[in-house]
């Protein structure tokens, strides 16, 4: 059977075995000192980690104790720890929405003041092109579009493209507001035929497209014949003009009805906006 031997005993038989191997006593007390010093440090940390596993110990029973009394007042640790973790998530989330703010707020204000001048800039030309309505035409906003609208009935016979003599002086006298002009002679119109819904068939026309096309043409080419003192054309731009036929598809009155129909036979004067331009006009009536 293995007896145990203790530590003094034990450097006791240390020394004595030193001693019979030829160590002096001075050599055999400093190992013994060694060895005690050692055995104190060894004592020492048995202590130490005695008294942190102690205190480890009361900390995890504390702990425990304080879990219990906050389950038992309702509180689940686990649940609020992955809503700690969520509202973290969630801070960083609105944290990143307010840099977005702050960056569209910067961007709108520099839009804002962008946008202000193109309305400016539109109240000049409405206002400019208020004088036509001195002449019985009509000047308003359809599809974020300023328009002049110039009556059919005025403009051609029913079914022709022929200008009427009523329709030449209404046209000189709307090409001579934008001529004279240095703001308006610069913008670019699209020359916008329209018809009523009665089909119209065969004949050189064939349809009312080919009709609200060659009445937009033919204002066209009026506009852009050259002045002849106070006859000939209307003396603008061929580069800032252009025509199109809309037919029937861009109603602006009932077509049940004759005076819906007659609204509808109209050629418009579109004033093209820039890329810049593209706001929503209807905010500015």
Same mark, same amino acid.
């Given at each position: ?26 050599? /055999? ?32 029973? %504390? ?15 686990? +649940? ?61 906003? %359809? ?15 029913? =079914?022709?493209?022929?200008? %009427? ?36 068939? =065969? ?5 009312? /497209? ?48 004759? +005076?819906? %129909? ?24």
């Amino acid at each position: 059977m293995r007896r145990t031997i203790s530590t003094l005993p034990a450097l006791v038989l240390i020394g004595a075995m030193a001693l019979g191997c030829g160590y002096s006593e001075d050599e /055999w007390q400093a190992q013994l000192s060694k060895y005690g010093k050692l055995d104190q440090a060894h004592k020492s940390q048995s202590k130490t980690l005695a008294e942190i596993q102690a205190e480890l110990g009361g900390a995890k029973a %504390r702990v425990k104790l304080l879990v219990e009394q906050l389950e038992a007042m309702g509180v689940n640790l686990d +649940e609020t720890q992955a809503q700690l973790e969520v509202s973290g998530s969630e801070n960083d989330i609105l944290a990143a929405n307010l840099a977005e703010v702050n960056r569209a707020l910067v961007e709108y204000k520099a839009r804002a003041v962008q946008l202000e001048k193109i309305k400016n800039r539109f109240e000049v030309l409405r206002d400019k092109l208020k004088k036509l309505t001195n002449l019985g035409l009509k000047v308003a906003i %359809r599809h974020n579009r300023m328009v002049i609208s110039l009556p059919g009935d005025v403009l051609f016979a029913s =079914g022709r493209d022929n200008l %009427r003599a009523e329709g030449v002086q209404v046209l000189a006298a709307v090409a001579h507001v934008i001529r004279t002009d240095d703001q308006l002679a610069k913008r670019y119109f699209q020359i916008a035929g329209h018809t009523d819904s009665n089909a119209l068939k =065969g004949g050189r026309f064939k349809d009312n /497209w080919g009709l609200s096309a060659m009445r937009a043409r033919e204002v066209l080419v009026f506009m852009i014949a050259p002045l002849d003192g106070d006859t000939g054309g209307g003396g603008l731009s061929s580069e800032r003009l252009h025509a199109a036929g809309y037919a029937a598809t861009d109603s602006i009155a009932s077509n049940d009805t004759k +005076e819906g %129909r007659q609204t509808n036979r109209r050629v418009e004067l579109v004033l093209m906006p820039d890329v810049e331009e593209m706001l929503d006009l209807k905010g500015m009536l």
